[in-house]
């Protein structure tokens, strides 16, 4: 299946580079594009390979004809097709779905290090759910009854309040929602029940990330990602869901910088 890859190398001296690359894994009504604007060349100014991708179904990966029911284990089956395709196992870094996908991913493979950014918790998104349908019922009644998410993000003031800041201009928001896309509801009925995290089969070291105005996943369900993972959740003032994109983009990436050097990558 194509896949579309992008990537990023470090420049200048080969030494100051890192060898283990960065995998980046977008979440839900996403692309490629949330981690290209600022994450991808953060990471490659600080020496890291960095790479990011369209899961099947996305930007202009295959897999849009069959998205409505694409499964979690597909998303899966991805991230395993482009690791293969880099010169080592990558640290892999997930955001909300793709959080889930890397969850799911280290529960049979085994990577230097794995980031959570406002990521599916293992308790799944049931509470989510809940939350959506209570607050926007009509949308909520649509996405169900064409079997379509995208009603859920359908307008600016709906992707707005589900992925950025108040405080974000129009402008910029206008310019992020002509990126999104509608998503599988086979894999929102996976991200509720049927293909939840088994954290107890998961070795690598995980850093739990979260914002602390997340309308998607809460801090309290990011701290309850921590401790499956034996960790502390980082939760960041005054952020939003897409924690890649808001104008404090660089505290979520300098913490990160600073956990893969202290864990030696």
């Known amino acids: ?156 003031a709906l992707t707005r309040e589900a992925f950025f800041p108040e405080r974000m201009p129009d402008a910029q928001v206008q310019q992020y929602f002509t990126y999104i896309q509608n998503e599988s509801y086979r894999a929102f009925l996976d991200m509720v029940v049927f293909s939840l995290p088994r954290p107890e089969r998961v070795k690598t070291p995980v850093l739990v990330l979260g914002a602390e105005c997340d309308t998607i996943f809460t801090p309290a369900e990011v701290q309850a990602t921590a401790r499956a993972y034996h960790t502390e959740a980082t939760i960041f003032p005054s952020m939003a869901h897409d924690m890649m994109l808001g104008d404090n983009w660089q505290d979520v990436a300098d913490h990160i910088a600073r956990w893969l050097t202290k864990s030696g990558l």
């Not at 959080?99 to 799911?104: D, E, H, N, R, T």
Request: aromatic letters at 10%; one cysteine or more.
């Open 1 to 156: 299946m194509h896949l579309e890859l992008f990537t990023q190398q470090p420049e200048g001296d080969s030494q100051s580079t890192h060898p283990t690359p960065l995998l980046f894994v977008h979440g839900a009504w996403h692309g490629s594009w949330c981690w290209n604007e600022h994450f991808l060349p953060y990471f490659a100014q600080h020496g890291y390979a960095s790479h990011t991708f369209d899961l099947r179904g996305h930007g202009k990966s295959e897999g849009e004809k069959r998205l409505r029911w694409t499964r979690i284990a597909d998303y899966v089956a991805d991230v395993e097709q482009i690791t293969r395709q880099l010169d080592r196992p990558p640290v892999l870094i997930g955001h909300s779905m793709g959080g889930l996908v890397v969850q799911k991913y280290l529960e049979t493979h085994s990577v230097p290090a794995a980031v959570l950014l406002a990521s599916v918790p293992p308790s799944g998104a049931l509470r989510t759910t809940l939350r959506i349908a209570r607050h926007h019922p009509l949308p909520f009644l649509k996405a169900n009854g064409t079997l379509k998410l995208y009603p859920i993000v359908a307008t600016p």
